[in-house]
């Protein structure tokens, strides 16, 4: 309990230096950016941890307590933090690497409430993003110049005393011309190669096209994905 109020009166005070009203904190997700001066807990319970940063930060926070103790964490485990100037979406981040089971634990925004809870249950539901990738996967031509033929030069040299010339009165430079060049990939084999690197590192098992249920596609220059969200997180980042 002295924990919890020696981090709720330093916060608290914080707070009012820096002049953010708690009305200020409650713009949903804009929350998660504010950047709390000090935060101080000492072997404080993670239930009251929770109920704090609600309180302070002026967020919808619902934790997810029965998925978390069938991961072996519970209201009582005791967390430790003692930061400056970090933002209530990295203290987020630092309550779940206290539990020790960080790889198991997740938190996410769905319609403006913050939900912690294990990725196993955060991946029993898929969602849709499009991400562009024109840019990806455009075509960057390759210019072959011509060659120097080192050897045509030495023995032109050697021949004619620094004539500078070959001794057969070609040209020092070759034009190499394509026939080393691989055949360029065709937009659509770009394309596959792309999705074919999404699937095969990403979670293999989840991809329909390895038997789950998870599908990605093309149209229009952009990836269309329908999966679960640390899917779309490994693609494309955090999802708020």
Known sequence: MIGRWIGMIVIAAGLALA?????ATSQ???????????????????????????DV??????VN????EEAGVSRDMPVNIHLNGVSVRKVLDLIL?????????????????VEVTTREVADRRTMMRVYPIDDLIMEILDFVGPALDLSSATQGGSRS???????????????????????????????QALIDLITQTIQPDIWRVNGGTATITYLN???????PRSVQEAIGGPVD
């Open 19 to 23: 002049g953010i009203s708690r009305g």
């Open 97 to 113: 690497a206290e539990s020790g089971s960080a790889d198991r634990l997740t938190w996410y925004v769905d319609d403006g409430v």
């Open 65 to 68: 307590w029965r998925a978390l």
């Open 221 to 227: 220059g952009s990836l269309i994905v329908n999966a």
């Open 28 to 54: 949903g997700r804009g929350g998660l950016s504010i950047i709390l001066p000090e935060l101080r807990f000492e072997q404080t319970p993670m239930g009251e941890v929770y109920d704090f940063l609600r």
């Open 161 to 191: 005393g620094g004539g500078g010339g070959s001794a057969s009165g070609g040209s020092l430079l070759k034009d190499t011309g394509n026939e080393d060049r691989d055949q360029p990939l065709t937009k659509a084999q770009r394309v």
């Open 57 to 62: 930060a002026g967020i919808n926070l619902h």
